[in-house]
């Protein structure tokens, strides 16, 4: 749930109940107050009354016989309160009745069954009449229930009102200052998401709240922390692919230098016994000839060797020759069951060292992989060089469905993904339609001064 709704829900259930609470409360108020109201009008009666016993006694009659209920009447008595005189002496009962019920209640039924139960409004009020310490009679006033039901009904409903309106009001006030408090969290959102899709260089600002900018400074300092094991991992990464490459030279050098020319010589020694064998010794001739064989054989795979580690014309002729080799092996080894395509576009030689190297050993990588596993009729290399970036995409029609990396323990793509992690690039793999692995290099062409070789 949304942290704006909870909280605002949390506070109107808060002001729901204490809402009620103070319902409850103006309720027993009212009741107490009615309740009072009628014992001051019965005692208030009560002396009227014995005044006129007084009166009687002092010789001062009324008109009136007693009680006399009219004085009350005309003093303004509450309307609905009926009034019962019985004399402790006779059986002559007097009743008076002000005013009548409401015609026509303005209260729900439920709000009145249940004032009712709780509160049971219009209990009779009894008083004694007391003149000279004897007991006249007993006075009872019986006050309206529908009036004192009315009465609570018309306070809680204002109550209701009023606190609806206040409630409301607080709701949308806290709503807005909620709000305002929780923009920084969108930002903080914002920028996690910016850091998780490998902008490390994104920072958080500086929040007005001190438990915002506690969370933006440990944030900003964990951002800080993988920023500098990152620029470490590529630092190592560099230095290791750079000790791979001069580990290859230095091999090939070997390669070449000692076992190539070692080849070599062999085959001018075998090809100089043959002609010796051919005139002393002529049964030699055929194990010379099987010499030589195994030497050619031998030459071709140090010069396949020398071209898996570091082509020997790479360095002099560049990229694009390379590449362009590359392919043709590729082409050649596979005949008719693959083609191979690759297109270039801009200069090669303004690549720096590193980055010819690690896009040749991508394509290299690539072009294995295609062969071992996909199964595929056609393969597109493209390789375009632009001022600002370097593009190498290699597409193939074979048979893959799913990304790599889900399913395999090979680390054919997690060597490409160091490579361009080293060089600060960016690498995307897609599925073709309908099939097919879409590899995707982007290789920066600024600020590489630092992988190249120290």
């Known amino acids: 749930m949304n942290l704006q709704l909870h909280l605002l829900f949390r506070i109107a259930w808060v002001a729901l109940a204490c809402l009620l609470i103070i319902a409850a409360y103006v309720l027993y108020q009212s009741h107490h107050m009615a309740a009072e109201n009628t014992r001051q009008m019965v005692e208030s009666l009560g002396k009227q009354l014995e005044s006129q016993l007084l009166l009687t006694n002092a010789g001062l009659g009324q008109a009136q016989p007693f009680p006399d209920f009219e004085i009350w009447k005309q003093s303004g008595g509450q309307p609905g309160i009926c009034l019962r005189y019985v004399p402790t002496v006779g059986t002559m009962s007097r009743s008076l009745c ?102 490390l260089d994104c920072r958080l600002p500086v929040f007005e709240l001190n438990e915002w900018q506690r969370i933006a400074a440990a944030i ?68 010379t000839d099987h010499i030589t064989r195994i030497t050619a054989h031998m030459l071709d795979s140090v010069r396949g060797l020398l071209g898996l580690l570091r082509p020997a014309e790479f360095a002099e002729w560049g990229l694009a020759v390379n590449l362009n080799s590359l392919v043709a092996g590729w082409n050649a080894r596979s005949g008719s069951k693959t083609r191979f395509q690759l297109h270039i576009s801009g200069d090669c030689s303004s690549l720096s060292e590193a980055q010819a190297i690690t896009l040749f050993r991508i394509t290299q990588e690539c072009l294995t992989n295609v062969a071992k596993h996909a199964t595929a009729n056609h393969v597109s290399i493209n390789l375009s060089i632009r001022s600002d970036s370097a593009s190498l995409t290699v597409k193939d029609d074979g048979m893959a469905k799913t990304l790599p990396f889900a399913n395999t323990t090979g680390i054919g793509f997690l060597g490409i ?30 600020g590489l001064s630092s992988t190249h070789h120290d």
């Not at 006033?141 to 009102?161: D, F, Q, V």
């Not at 990152?230 to 070449?256: G, P, T």
């Open 98 to 199: 002000n005013g009548s019920k409401l015609s026509q209640t303005e209260w729900p039924t439920l709000f009145e069954t249940v004032y009712r139960q709780i509160f049971y409004p219009g209990l009779a009020v009894a008083r004694p009449i007391v003149f000279h310490g004897l007991i006249y009679g007993t006075l009872t006033m019986t006050p309206s229930a529908e009036l004192e039901i009315a009465g609570a009904w018309n306070k809680t409903l204002s109550l209701m009102t009023l606190s609806s309106v206040t409630v409301f009001a607080v709701c949308l006030l806290v709503y807005w200052n909620i709000n305002h408090a929780l923009q920084p969290a969108k930002t903080i959102v914002a920028g996690i998401k910016d850091m998780e899709s490998g902008h």
């Open 220 to 287: 900003n300092q964990l951002a800080n922390s993988q920023q500098q094991l990152l620029d470490e991992r590529q630092k190592l990464v560099v230095k290791l692919i750079n000790l791979q490459e001069d580990e290859r030279s230095y091999l090939a050098r070997e390669l070449h230098d000692e076992f190539g020319q070692c080849l070599a010589a062999i085959n001018a020694v075998a090809t100089s016994i043959k002609q010796t064998a051919a005139k002393q010794c002529p049964e030699l001739v055929a194990e």
């Open 417 to 446: 993904r160091e490579r361009v992690t080293a060089l600060q690039g960016r690498l995307r793999l897609a599925i073709a339609n309908p099939q097919g692995l879409i590899v995707e290099v982007c290789l920066p062409m600024a």
